[in-house]
């Protein structure tokens, strides 16, 4: 037996994928009497054979799914011939869910691309043909459906295979197999069609059973990203995960990433039995001889071979959510078990998914391709995805929502990452901030424009200067003209306006200052990054809260009524969202009371 081959179906909306895995299960007799009966009843409710059984419906197990006739979610089906297991994913052709469709690739060894033999290559083939090979999978075959209704055209057939063949071969997909078929009668799909004999390949099931399963080899150097660690009880301390990459034995030396420090194995669990070895793709749980202070995230390497750390990368991104991806805004970045705060500092460039053209980009939208740079807050050890999967594939998560928002793929660490080191200054933030007798702060005051925050900003800072204190005021406009002057009002210039500020003040701060920001600050994303560079206790958020209505009666500069006017694009309120505080540390309501009123529970 030719052990296990994850493999998935893709392409787009109404190409027979769905169809396709139903008459593979038909076909291998992998369909109980029951299930099959069930399938009737399902037909004769939702199909589309009129009284012959639709096969599809054995994967489009959603009611949305059937009620539409499209796949939505992933749908996962195990099935077994005496050559070889398999689990397919079936995966959605709509654009709306080409998330889905990544999340089946990432773990698949093989992909089963579908083309309508009427409609020939479409956008969606394009784009789950990049994605595939983004996701390193190299395996593809290509199968031409619905051959039946071109009259079996061996011209047809072969004029979408040398298009598929050109373009697969600019992703470095150079052994695509194409496959004449009709997943509705099941022509080349376990047997060879009488309705083809120009064509003398394997049927797609024999494909399917010879093809190499697997990316990564037990070779060696050892890389095991620990995702759990296990302490039943004082006497045991185990660390679990999945072995990425190479051969673990007991005795073997083991270096422990980032923190460096080294120790030898002294057992192998897998499962409660214990183990003289293990390699790629086993779970395993292992003691140490030694005590080390490993955690979630870590990853244990050959002594001799550590991982490559970095923080700053240049990666593949697919965008997966319909809000725009900024550049500069932060997100969580999860690569195999360690979550850190990350931000995509630059779009180098979009891809086109028809050409692969790079397009110029400030941002991106769902289901755009490209390649950016990436910071993280702290150095990570990894691997080039092309060289391991588990230890360069990430998602980005946003910070409020906990929702994916992006999963990318990392290729390589950028140059300059090995040039920057932290120099360690004799004079830290303590000794600055007790010199001037003053616990160093960041008050952050944000709102409308016109609601108030400047002014309160100056009054409050004439009174900690009258107390003595050492105080400066970061005002929007004011920045706007030095700093800032490069930046303009669409939301990706507003979430570097805010990064740069926020950046600035944390100098002021790390200098023993108070610092008191007057930002409009729509977006908590933004906001909630500037509280993350503070230590606890030194950020105060301080909403300014006055209604829309007042600051268009007050409009001091007489901006709201340009922006009315449309002669202000992207103006916060009118044409620009304002995201209210969730908890802020004050929330000062300022119709009918006076600043000075206002600023007391500030001073307290």
Not at 242 to 253: F, M
Not at 451 to 469: C, F, I, V, W
Not at 503 to 510: G, P, Y
Request: glycine share 8%.
């Amino acid at each position: 037996m030719n052990g296990r081959l994850r493999f998935l179906t893709c392409g787009s909306v109404d190409d027979g994928k769905s169809t396709l895995i139903g008459r593979l299960l038909f076909d291998t007799k992998q369909i109980f009497d029951d299930q099959f009966q069930a399938l009737e009843k399902d037909s004769a409710r939702f199909g589309t054979q009129g009284a012959a059984p639709d096969l599809a419906l054995l994967v489009d197990g959603l009611q949305a799914e059937r009620e539409q006739g499209i796949t939505i979610d992933v749908a996962y089906r195990f099935f077994a011939t005496p050559e070889r297991a398999f689990i397919v994913a079936d995966t959605p052709g709509h654009e709306q869910y080409t998330r889905n469709m990544a999340t089946g690739a990432s773990t698949a060894d093989a992909a089963v691309v579908l083309v309508d033999a009427r409609k020939g290559l479409l956008t969606q083939t394009r784009r789950h043909t990049r994605i595939v090979a983004l996701m390193g999978v190299r395996q593809v075959v290509l199968a031409v459906n619905k051959m039946d209704l071109m009259d079996w055209s061996e011209s047809a057939f072969r004029a979408i295979a040398d298009e598929y063949a050109a373009f697969a071969q600019e992703l470095g997909l150079t052994a695509v197999q194409s496959i004449p078929l009709s997943a509705l009668t099941g022509d080349n799909l376990t047997q060879s069609s009488t309705h083809t004999p120009w064509y003398g390949g394997p049927t797609l099931l024999q494909w399917l059973e010879n093809v190499p399963a697997g990316l990564e080899e037990a070779t060696p150097p050892l890389r095991l990203p620990v995702q759990l660690v296990l302490r039943p009880h004082a006497e045991f301390r185990g660390y679990c995960g999945r072995i990425a990459q190479g051969t673990l034995r007991p005795g073997d030396a083991v270096r422990v990433l980032p923190s460096g420090v080294s120790s030898t194995v002294q057992q192998i669990f897998v499962g409660e039995q214990a183990q003289a070895q293990a390699q790629t793709g086993e779970s395993v749980c292992i003691t140490l001889a030694d005590e080390r202070d490993i955690s979630r995230g870590d990853v244990l390497c050959a002594v001799d071979a550590p991982l490559e750390m970095a923080e700053q990368f240049h990666a593949h991104l697919l965008w997966l959510h319909e809000q725009a991806l900024i550049p500069g805004r932060p997100y969580w970045l999860q690569l195999h078990h360690r979550t850190v705060s990350a931000t995509v500092s630059s779009i180098r460039h979009r891809i086109d998914p028809n050409s692969g053209a790079e397009l110029a980009a400030r941002e991106l939208q769902m289901n755009d391709i490209a390649e950016v740079h990436l910071n993280l807050d702290r150095p990570l050890p990894f691997a080039p995805y092309a060289e391991n999967r588990p230890l360069g594939a990430f998602i980005l998560i946003d910070r409020l929502s906990n929702a994916t928002v992006g999963a990318g793929m990392l290729d390589f660490a950028l140059r300059r990452d090995h040039n920057l080191h932290w120099q360690q200054l004799s004079v830290n933030k303590a000794a600055r901030a007790a010199l001037k007798h003053q616990p160093p702060r960041c008050v952050w005051f944000t709102g409308l424009s016109g609601s108030g925050k400047s002014t309160l900003a100056n009054l409050l800072e004439k009174r900690l200067h009258a107390q003595g204190h050492h105080t400066y005021v970061l005002d929007g406009d004011n920045v706007r003209h030095g700093l800032n002057r490069d930046l303009g009002f669409a939301e990706a210039d507003r979430a570097e306006n805010i990064r740069r500020v926020a950046e600035v003040a944390r100098l002021m701060v790390d200098a023993g200052l108070i610092v008191l920001v007057s930002f409009i600050s729509p977006y908590r994303a933004e906001r909630e990054f500037a509280r993350s560079l503070f230590t606890p206790g030194e950020f105060l958020e301080v909403f300014v809260d006055t209604p829309l209505e007042e600051c268009e009666r007050r409009d001091p500069k007489g901006i709201y009524a340009r922006a009315r006017a449309g002669q202000i694009p992207n103006f916060t309120g009118i044409s620009s969202p304002y995201e209210l505080p969730l908890t802020p540390e004050l929330r000062l309501s300022t119709p009918g009371s006076s600043p000075e009123a206002l600023l007391e529970p500030v001073l307290m």
